[in-house]
T-cell receptor, first 111, second 114 residues
């Protein structure tokens, strides 16, 4: 089982709709979870971080964490063409805080 | 403030040559990572430095790859006897290493082995 798993996509969402990106992780004692966005040819940039069960909202973005299910998601409301990118889920392992990335989900917002 | 700085931004080398890639992390960041990203692929973990602890080298793909971090700051990733499959973008990232601290990435070095 991979440590951090994401559907590679591409995920196509109409402009203005909600995009839902999902991630599962294998280490049950993981403590910190991050979503990064990576545009083609650019480095990843942090969008959201979440540490506690539940939802965390920041503008059009909402991160959701369910530690019991080992599941973290990112919702993007009112999707814009500029949201088209690869979204990387990252998890900090408990013992040494090393951050492990999933393979990323390619998101395509249809104008 | 200054971000993570990587040099060179682009490197073209002939197969069999050695290359050195440099990363200058954000001042005060004790954790430093190297990742490799091939075209259209995800981030492949290479090595992790955390303070004065022994580095986690578990991601290095072969003994041709090595990295060091001098004085807890600048890091150099060395690839010996480069092969065409080493062609990729090499990304460096640093963090405060306080629990939950996110990573800050450099702009990467694009390595092309001909």
């Amino acid at each position: 089982q991979k440590e951090v798993e994401q559907n590679s996509g591409p995920l196509s969402v109409p402009e203005g709709a909600i995009a839902s990106l999902n991630c599962t992780y294998s280490d049950r004692v993981s403590q910190s979870f991050f979503w990064y966005r990576q545009y083609s040819g650019k480095s990843p940039e942090l969008i959201m971080s979440i540490y506690s069960n539940g939802d965390k909202e920041d503008g059009r973005f909402t991160a959701q964490l369910n530690k019991a299910s080992q599941y973290v998601s990112l919702l993007i409301r009112d999707s814009q063409p500029s949201d088209s990118a690869t979204y990387l889920c990252a998890v900090a392992k408990n013992r040494d805080d090393k951050i492990i990335f999933g393979k990323g989900t390619r998101l395509h917002i249809l104008p | 403030g200054a971000g993570v700085s990587q040099s060179p931004s682009n490197k073209v080398t002939e197969k069999g040559k050695d290359v050195e890639l440099r990363c200058d992390p954000i001042s005060g960041h004790t954790a430093l990572y190297w990742y490799r990203q091939s075209l259209g692929q995800g981030l492949e973990f290479l090595i992790y430095f955390q303070g004065n602890s022994a580095p986690d080298k578990s991601g290095l793909p072969s003994d041709r790859f090595s990295a060091e971090r001098t004085g807890g700051s600048v890091s150099t990733l060395t690839i010996q006897r480069t092969q065409q499959e080493d062609s990729a973008v090499y990304l460096c990232a640093s963090s405060l290493a306080v629990r939950g601290s996110p990573l800050h990435f450099g702009n990467g070095t694009r390595l092309t082995v001909t």
